[in-house]
């Protein structure tokens, strides 16, 4: 049976939580427990965000409280409008993170039958510590580098296949689309963009939003390699400067990595651009739709190699 991180950051945060609060004479100290393991989130800053969260929720959460056992007394009457007004409010100002722990720290004040400033104090302390010992906890997390290395290599060596596979269509040699090899990189990007994510929110002082932003960049060229698939079904027929463009793409999947800006592929396209613009036009329809096909399909292509350079500037 495996235990996880986040099992054993629970089961040491939230006893740790109420041992402090009965040592310093809390009251109720296993709310600071409950408090712990429900802000105990996946990443440093969500337990941050949620903490901060929860404490103005506790502020708006007593005002409430203080008016609301004040005209009706300490009952479950009470309790009820208390949950009526505060559950709205917080909805009201998204503040939805603080309901459940909120509503069981106001309702210890039916027990206490007052509202004093000791109180009070006390179910701030019991958030705070609770929080506290969540945000402790989740000082130490996992190194990520090498897993998102290790996804941008899957994903490169993805596309490069799927320009590989491109090329030998655009040749018209019999081969399968690269619809199967498209799909497999949209599932690993996907994967990719949540552990990006998680890695970015670990760290509080410096900018680690590069996978983020290099993953996002792959997106988009995926998204063009997809249009630029469709549209290879539709070409019959290519020309010299279509074998060309294949050859284009074969340089491209050959020359594909992280540094690449594509300013030299670019240029030759542009070369190819200058042909078409000085060559006679088609002397029958399927050689206008083939040749408008591959000028759409050379756009397309332009635009996947925009992408990289955009993100390189």
Not at 19 to 25: D, H, L, N, P, R
Not at 173 to 182: D, G, L, N, Y
Not at 279 to 303: G, V
């Amino acid at each position: 049976m495996k235990i996880g991180l986040r099992t054993v950051k629970t089961a040491i945060s939230a006893p740790i939580a109420i041992f402090i609060a009965q040592q310093i004479g809390l009251l109720n100290p296993a709310s600071a427990g409950i408090i712990a393991i429900l802000s105990l989130t996946s990443t440093k800053r969500s337990t941050l965000k949620v903490g901060f969260e929860r404490l103005l929720s506790l502020t708006l959460a007593l005002v409430i409280a203080f008016v609301v056992y004040h005209l009706v007394g300490y009952n479950a009457l009470s309790f009820g409008l208390f949950l009526l007004v505060f559950i709205t409010l917080s909805n009201q100002f998204k503040l939805n993170e603080g309901i459940a722990v909120n509503s069981v720290l106001i309702s210890q004040f039916i027990t206490y039958k007052e509202m004093t400033v000791s109180n009070v104090l006390n179910a701030y302390f019991l958030m705070i510590l609770g929080v506290g010992c969540a945000l402790l906890a989740n000082l130490y997390m996992p190194d990520l580098s090498k897993t998102l290395r290790s996804k941008q290599a899957n994903i490169d060596e993805g596309i490069k296949r799927i320009l590989h596979k491109m090329a030998t269509e655009l040749m018209k040699q019999q081969v399968p689309s690269a619809q199967a090899e498209i799909v497999a990189v949209k599932d690993e990007l996907s994967a990719a963009r949540k552990w990006s994510k998680t890695h970015t929110e670990n760290h509080f002082f410096s900018d680690e939003s590069y996978f983020q932003s290099y993953f996002s960049m792959r997106e988009l060229q995926i998204q063009s390699l997809e249009r630029m698939e469709v549209i290879l079904q539709e070409i019959e027929r290519v020309d010299n400067k279509g074998l060309e463009i294949a050859h284009i793409l074969e340089e491209t999947a050959s020359e594909f990595s992280e540094a690449n800006d594509g300013k030299l592929l670019l240029d030759k396209l542009q070369k190819v651009y200058y042909y078409y613009r000085q060559t006679a036009l088609p002397i029958n329809r399927q050689e206008f739709e083939d040749r408008a096909s591959l000028f759409h399909f050379l756009q397309e292509f332009e635009h996947f190699l925009e992408i990289k350079k955009s993100f390189l500037s």
